[in-house]
Structure formats: structure tokens, C-alpha cells
């Protein structure tokens, strides 16, 4: 047999078929891998400004993005004042649609025709355009080669209630004569609060050494809308030319809906923290000090919120101090609350102390998150009994054998003792159990002599056992606790006092309904079904957390709050 080896053989017809299918193929999968490709688009606020001036310039993707574009390029004829990221999504045609936008701040290096070049975002490029830049002739806050001023703020879109850093900056290159003032800014409906001290420093520009004045300041908007910071003034001295900056415009959101209502606290970062170092063991009779710290950034000391329920049934809870820090820097406030309380229990058992959870808004990530520590429990034994005295006083060590007979004394009278107590404890038990069997047969036997038209109305009862001393004591102090309560959370309605209200007003929900938890005020709303309530209680939080200017008014919710305890002790029909 003879067999060939080599190269199989191809049908022409074959070959002709694959090659064509194998090309698409490798096409449609190299079309697969590329990137999906991004529309870059690049416009500005204005396209004519003056010298010293600045423009807002907005760049936007048509997808998500996770990186950002090459703005480099910018930094030629422009100075990079500071830019801000954010997505915004919409839902179209059935699907949801998202568009990355950056928001930048430039200020031109020189006056003429300057070009914002293409900028780079992946394999994409955006289109130039081009921005007029005058002389000194325009309104600008130039007025001279000599000194500008200029104002920025961090962001141009920003939460009700939350940080806005605002800064003001003089460039001048001769020494400022003594009469020279920079003002202040005065914005309605926003809290504004002095980061330090004036900086003086060094800045070089197009070659020139300009010497920098900067002011900052924490902004706090009260009211949702447009935010209008007027411009800044620079002045010499009375007769003297006036420099002047742009007046900036932002805009202010209200506040989002929170998976826990109850507080607003817009802030970068928050923790809470739980300083104590004493153990979970504790005696009747002994106390013990815990402390809870929480810290915020871009909140003021007053925003925070208090931490530690005064209310338990088996301890006594009592403030012992608590500070408010506020750190003003450059970078922004910095504010903690720390508490710290005294628990005394009452009784042995276990102390529960409920977990503590703080709602707030990540100002970075853009949602609602929640700081939280969780319940304590402390662990209360009986008192010790205390020990009973030595009869008499231990030997001096040289008399080591009498020490010794003593103590086999001890010990003989000791067993002697025990034995006497468990006979008496076994006569005092027959004593017992013969008196009972003797109650029980005259019970009976009296019983049997009552008529039959008795036993036939109503059944005998055993003989009234009075409650204990100790449940009716203790249930009239719950009663009395409840009364002080309300009528101290009524007296702080009505002193108009928001913060000592809504944490009296706790205090008395959790003594009127024992059995529900309480986290927030308006928990107390949705228990009650009241709409009114409900909106006193958001009112009364906005005046809590800065929302609402002005002082607050609590006396309708002190009337609301009565109306609701009368109806509840109502004898239902």
C-alpha cells in the first residue's frame, strides 16, 4: 500500500467561502473592542471678556465617565482658577441617559485673541473656540498694571444649608498705604464665617512678582434658589480709585429626600466616635461616665446634633458637660460635639443603652448616608455584701503556733455554727409546711358552709394580696417622670427654645409610650398620624439645623402636643 504525505488538499470552493466569512468576522469582534466613543462638547459663559476677568468654561461627555479630559492645554493663555465634576442623568426613549460635566474657572494671562484648544477626552477631541480678551478699557477688575482683585468660590452648585468657600484675592505690586480696606461680604439669608486671619504671600504672573492679599470665607446658604455674591471692593484710601471684582452667581438646591428624616447635615465627612475606656460591669450603687464624639467637616458647631438618650428604666442618665469646637481653616470648618453623660443604675440587670444613628449627606459621593455606633450593654451585679468585722485582731508573726490553734478554734466552731443553722432552718420549714396545710383545710371547710346561691353569683376569691410595695412606688414614679417631662418640654415650646424641645419632647414619648422606639421627632408624627404635628416638627427642625433665619416660635407645637396627650388619655369607648 502506499501512502502520500503533505499538504492536505483544499477545495477552491471552500476557500472561497471562508476567507470572506473569517474577514467579517474578525472585523465585527475588532469593532466590539473599540471604545465606545464619547462626544466632547466645550462652551463658555462669555466670549468676550476684560483683562483680568473670568469666564466659566463647561465641558461635557455624552456617557459616564470615570476619568477626565486632558485640560493642560488651557493652562497656556489661561490661569486654572479650579474646576468641579458632576453627572447629571436623565431617563428618554426607555432608557436612562447620563452626561459628565466639568465646570471650569479661567482667567486670561494677557488681553488679545486667545483660542481654547481642542481638548482631549480618549480617542475624542472637542472643538476650539475662541475668546476676545480687552485691554483695561473694559468693566474689569483691573485698573491699572499695578493691582487687580479677583473673588472665586469651590462650586457653583451646592445644597441648601451646606459650605460654600468664597475667597478674595488683591494682587498689587507696591507696599498698600494704611488707609487700604478690603470689604466684606454681605449676602442676605446666608451665614457667613471668617476663615483666620488675612494671608499675605507671594504669587509670580507673566514674569511679574505680585504680592497677594487673601481673604476667606465659609458661606452657609439659608435659602434654596439663585445665590448672588456681590462684587468685592478695594480701597486704597478716600480719594483713590476703587478696584472692584465680579459679582458671582450660584445655585443653591434644595434639600434631597433622606432614607431618615429627622436632620439635614450636608457635610464632606462625619464620624462619630465613642470615647469611653471604662469597662460593661457595673455594681448597684456605683456610677460610670461615657463620652460620644461626633465630628463634621463643612458644618457649623451648632448644626450637630445630640447623641445620648436621657431616658432609661433602669438607670439614671444626667448630662455632665458638653463641648461644641468649631476649627475655622483655610480649607473650610472643621466642627465636633462631644458629650459626655453619668449612668447610675438603679437596680442589677442589664443597662441597655439603644444604638446611636446619625443621618447625613455625603457631599463627595452626592447621596444620604448614615454614621451609627452600636447599643451598649451594661452588665449590673448586686451590691457585695459587706464583710462582717474580726472578732479579734491577728496575731504579731512571732506567735505563729498560737495563730495556728486559733484558727483550728475557728474552724471547730465554724462546722458547730453550721450545724445549728441547717437544723433550725429544717424546724422553721415543717413549722411552715404544717401552718399552710392547716390555712388551706379551714379555707375549705369555710368554703362548703357559704350558700349555694353564693357560690352560683360569683366565684370565692383567695384573700386580697396587696401589690408590692415596690411596683406601686415604682409605677408612680414612672407617672410623675412622665408629668415632669411633658411640662418641661411644654416650658421649652413656649421659651422658644428648639433644641431643648425636641429633646424634652423625646424624653416624654419614650416615658408616654414606653414600647416604641424613638429616634427622631418625627417619628412622633407618624405615630400620631398628624399631619399638623408633622409640620410644626419640620419647622421646628429647620429653626434646629440653620435652615430657617430668625427666631422660632414654639408655641403652637406646645398646643399640638397637649391636644395629642389629652386624646390618648381619653377612656376609649
Same mark, same amino acid.
Given at each position: ?11 477552491? /470552493? ?19 473592542? &473599540? ?38 492645554? +488651557? ?167 476703587? &478696584? ?46 461615657? *463620652? +460620644? ?5 463643612? &458644618? /457649623? ?12 428604666? &433602669? ?57 451609627? /455606633? ?106 410623675? #417622670? ?7 418640654? /411644654?416650658? #421649652? ?38 399631619? *399638623? ?41
Amino acid at each position: 500500500m502506499h501512502i502520500e504525505t503533505g499538504k492536505p488538499e483544499i477545495n477552491p /470552493l471552500m476557500s472561497f467561502l471562508f476567507h470572506p466569512a473569517r474577514s467579517t468576522l474578525a472585523g465585527f469582534i475588532a469593532l466590539i473592542a &473599540l471604545p465606545v466613543l464619547a462626544q466632547v462638547s466645550v462652551f463658555s459663559d462669555r466670549y468676550s471678556v476684560a483683562e483680568g476677568e473670568t469666564l466659566r468654561l463647561t465641558v461635557e461627555v455624552d456617557q459616564r465617565a470615570s476619568g477626565r479630559p486632558d485640560f493642560s492645554p +488651557l493652562t497656556r493663555d489661561f490661569h486654572f482658577l479650579g474646576s468641579k465634576q458632576m453627572t447629571v442623568s436623565s431617563f428618554a426613549n426607555g432608557e436612562n441617559q447620563y452626561t459628565t460635566r466639568w465646570q471650569i474657572l479661567l482667567r486670561p494671562r494677557h488681553s488679545g485673541e486667545l483660542q481654547i484648544p481642542p481638548l482631549q477626552f480618549n480617542n475624542e477631541f472637542s472643538q476650539p473656540l475662541l475668546i476676545t480678551v480687552a485691554g483695561e478699557t473694559g468693566a474689569a477688575a483691573i485698573i491699572s498694571n499695578d493691582a487687580y482683585l479677583e473673588s472665586a468660590v469651590d462650586g457653583y452648585e451646592v445644597y441648601q444649608g451646606s459650605q460654600v468657600l468664597y475667597s478674595q484675592r488683591l494682587f498689587h505690586l507696591d507696599d498698600l498705604p494704611p488707609m487700604a480696606s478690603l470689604s466684606e461680604p454681605l449676602i442676605p439669608d446666608t451665614e457667613i464665617v471668617p476663615l483666620g486671619e488675612k494671608q499675605q504671600y507671594t504669587r509670580e504672573i507673566n514674569g511679574q512678582t505680585y504680592k497677594v492679599v487673601e481673604q476667606n470665607y465659609a458661606l452657609f446658604p439659608q435659602q434654596a434658589g439663585q445665590l448672588s455674591i456681590p462684587a468685592a471692593h478695594f480701597s486704597a484710601g478716600p480719594g483713590t480709585p476703587e &478696584l472692584n471684582s465680579e459679582p458671582i452667581f450660584i445655585d443653591v438646591l434644595p434639600q434631597p429626600s433622606q432614607k431618615i428624616r429627622g436632620y439635614w447635615l450636608p457635610s464632606s465627612k462625619l464620624s462619630l466616635e465613642d470615647l469611653t475606656q471604662s469597662p460593661n460591669h457595673l455594681t448597684v450603687g456605683e456610677s460610670q461616665t461615657r *463620652t +460620644l464624639k461626633i465630628t463634621a467637616e463643612g &458644618l /457649623l458647631a451648632e448644626q450637630l446634633p445630640s447623641l445620648i438618650s436621657l431616658r432609661n428604666e &433602669l438607670a439614671t442618665i444626667e448630662v455632665e458637660d458638653v463641648q461644641l469646637e468649631q476649627k475655622n481653616t483655610v480649607k473650610g470648618i472643621i466642627s465636633s460635639r462631644t458629650e459626655t453623660v453619668r449612668i447610675t443604675p438603679v437596680e442589677r440587670g442589664e443597662v441597655t443603652l439603644p444604638a446611636i444613628t446619625i443621618p447625613w449627606w455625603n457631599l463627595t459621593l452626592d447621596k444620604s448616608e448614615k454614621a451609627s /455606633l452600636p447599643q451598649i450593654v451594661l452588665r449590673v451585679e448586686p451590691a457585695s455584701p459587706r464583710n462582717e468585722p474580726l472578732a479579734d485582731a491577728p496575731a504579731p508573726a512571732a506567735e505563729t503556733d498560737q495563730a495556728d490553734k486559733e484558727r483550728s478554734v475557728d474552724t471547730t466552731a465554724n462546722t458547730e455554727t453550721n450545724g445549728s443553722v441547717r437544723l433550725l432552718v429544717w424546724l422553721l420549714a415543717s413549722v411552715a409546711i404544717i401552718t399552710s396545710l392547716g390555712w388551706l383545710y379551714s379555707f375549705s371547710s369555710q368554703r362548703r358552709k357559704q350558700p349555694a346561691q353564693k357560690n352560683q353569683q360569683s366565684e370565692p376569691s383567695p384573700p386580697t394580696q396587696t401589690p408590692p410595695i415596690n411596683d406601686s412606688d415604682k409605677l408612680n414614679q414612672i407617672l410623675k #417622670a412622665e408629668q415632669l417631662a411633658f411640662s418641661q418640654a /411644654l416650658d #421649652a415650646c413656649n421659651n422658644d427654645t428648639p433644641l431643648e424641645a425636641r429633646l424634652l419632647m423625646l424624653e416624654w414619648a419614650r416615658l408616654f409610650w414606653p414600647h416604641i422606639q424613638f429616634n427622631n421627632s418625627l417619628d412622633l408624627s407618624e405615630l400620631n398620624n398628624s399631619k *399638623t404635628l408633622e409640620l410644626l416638627l419640620i419647622d421646628m427642625e429647620s429653626y434646629i439645623s440653620g435652615s430657617e433665619a430668625g427666631p422660632w416660635s414654639g408655641d403652637l407645637l406646645a398646643s399640638a402636643l397637649m391636644h395629642i396627650r389629652e386624646n390618648q388619655l381619653k377612656p376609649q369607648a
